[in-house]
């Protein structure tokens, strides 16, 4: 929608290239393709993930925690930089920050509110609009289906299993999607996403604690990361059965969140 040529990264890219930079991610972050041999190639990471291990050993690193969008910190590179922006790059900006921050709904500070409103008159609204109505195709509405047919109730936890996804970033959709649920307070997404289960948390708390809750049941298994309202982790299945290891995780979360492990999941949606 903006005419930008962008491109997947392909491994053999990834190993003739010299320094690589990450944004929005970190090198031990478990969702990008950097592996353990080539993460000293690295020298620049910009990211508003709590840091992980292993980035303070990047030449450059911009971790701010408090920020709501990883975009913000790009348009304040921008902005002290006087550079001059496209409408394209400015739309793609815009929408990073309107995305993670659900319209300054969900995890925002000031920064991204100033952001925010420093790009609007800049954008393109209509490729802006294309973009947030952009048509799905129907493996997206039978991935749905079935996340809410897999879906079920423990005591304020709403818990769904997507199954197999198209692309990983269906367990945080599913995950924000429940949490408009009545009465829902804490939701856990898991899906299965090529060799890897990805996990998705989402707090309706003002005090947060997602972050807490991923790391607490992903912990020696995968990786995980996030912030108060939100989170999300993986662990890689290595040929294990991931409804197994979904179970798994949810018995975890449970017992994390201190309701009953015998306490019955109440299917969200009726069988009749």
Known sequence: YLGHPLHKLASGELRRS????????????????????????????????????????????????????????????????????????????????????????????????????????????????DIQRAQLPAAYFQSLRRALDNSHLYDGLAVSYV??????????????????????????SLGKYKDSLILAARSRSRRGGSGRLVRSIVAGRGTAGGHGVMAGGQVVLEGLDPEAVAAELTRLALAHLKIPEDTPG???????
């Not at 109440?266 to 009749?272: A, I, Q, R």
């Open 163 to 188: 199954g197999e996804m198209s692309y990983p970033d269906l367990a945080a959709e599913i995950a924000d999607l429940l949490l408009r649920l009545e009465g829902v307070r804490w939701v856990l």
């Open 18 to 129: 010299g320094a690589i930079a990450l944004v929005d991610t970190q090198p031990a972050a478990g969702n990008n393709p950097i592996s353990e041999s080539e993460a000293d190639r690295v020298r620049g990471v910009i990211d508003h993930h709590p840091q992980y291990e292993g980035t303070e050993n990047v030449a450059f690193s911009d971790i701010r925690p408090g920020i709501g969008a990883t975009s913000t910190i790009i348009t304040e590179y921008i902005q002290a930089a006087d550079l001059e922006l496209s409408p394209a790059l400015a739309t793609a900006l815009f929408y990073g920050i309107e995305t993670d921050t659900m319209g300054l709904g969900r995890g925002a500070s000031a920064d991204d509110a100033a952001a925010y409103f420093y790009l609007h008159p800049l954008i393109d609204t209509e490729a802006l609009a």
């Open 266 to 272: 109440e299917p969200l949606l009726d069988d009749s």
